[in-house]
């Protein structure tokens, strides 16, 4: 079939490499001039893993191509995904979708033959409606079908989760384009992927209720792990104990800082505005949103009294800074609060993390990035361990505080803490 990706963001690149890896001609368009450069010199924008080989594999064999004309790679095509960005609109709640409704109106005047136009970015309730709108105002609606196919993408896992998704959700009430979908998807669902045949607007919502719940989960077992600590329990114990009942689970019950990333802030603040447009409160999302805003405050008030309330001058380091491992994305990273509020208190600090130097804390004083982990932790006071980067699971500290102890805030619990407190470190953890 032929494909068409428009925005080669997370979603977009990853989305069209995959499918052009299934067998299909796909063109991914960006209106980044130097984005797409970059990708015909087989230069990948993101950090993901895996994705290099992928695109270089599939642009070779010419199934794979890129462009910045939107309007001749739409004519080109059959179905067009539109995955451009949909961010949290500056001083609100709600999602930006400029960028979903002006790819629209290109699209509008592009359409020579029957297209089915999928929204994959993550847009609120009713996206689908308005899209249906503007391209009607050009063309017969027999000439198209707009359908809601949301990605469930975990940034680090990306490839993975395209190919052994655990659900494929299709949007639609038309049933050719179920059937063309179904057969575009058919590689997966041989594989073991549930297809599942929605109303647009159901697959809009199953989307935001996904990331919604997925957050609720994280920030629950946080607050667990807040009693945790006051009362001498492992959270971990708890994590195990609740998720063997299958009615619950046990994935995202690992306590840590606040969750971050490109989704989950900004989706469960979109989907509150959407639920007060139809007056209906999210209670629940409103007081998960508060909670994890608070929780690197938490986190930050037990730095303060590991250094027994002496924050200036003291030399902190930080490992990891994005907001989870495997990704070089900043995007609300409780790094981004905890660095910045310790830099002003007084502390200095050094960070390393795998995917280099931040643009994020280059102007910030005492702030300084390390090359190597053994740089980043030689002379400090403390050591916090910020994600849970694999090159931070198996550190001989030992060897590395030769001429000094320092202490250790492991906010991932890599470490058994045992282990650690045998070699002589004063070492403290998240929820024990
Ligand atoms: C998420 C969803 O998982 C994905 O389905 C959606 O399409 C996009 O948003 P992503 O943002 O890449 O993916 O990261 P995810 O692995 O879900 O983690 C999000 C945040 O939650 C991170 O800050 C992570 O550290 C935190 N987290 C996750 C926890 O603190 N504990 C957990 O048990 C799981």
Redesign the pocket.
Known sequence: MKLCMIGTGYVGLVSGVCFSDLGNDVICVDKNFNKINQLKNGKIPIYEPGLEELVLKNYKNKRLSFSTDLKESVKKSDIIFICVGTPTKKGENGADLSQIYNVAKEISTSINKFKIIITKS?VPLTTGDEIEKIISKKNNKKKFSIVSN?????????IR?FIYPDRVIIGTNEKKSNRILKNLYQPLISKGAKYINTSRRAAELI?YA??AF??T??TF??EIANLCEKTGINVEDISIGMGLDKRIGG??????????????PK?TKAIITTADKFKTNLSVIRSVIKSNKNRSSLLLNRVNEILNKKIKNKKITFLGVT??AN?D?MR???SQIMIPSLSKKGAIIKYFDPTGQKNEFKKLKNVFYSKTIKEAVEGSDLVIIH??WNDFKSINFKNLAKSKKFIIYDMRNIYSSDKIQNQGFKYYSVGK
């Open positions: 993550t949301p990605e469930f993408l975990r940034e680090g896992e990306a989760d989307k996904s990331n997925l957050a989960k994280i077992i946080n994935r995202f019950l690992r306590a840590g800082p606040a969750y971050g990333g490109s989704c989950f989706d907001f989870k990704t994305d609300d990273s409780s994600t849970e």
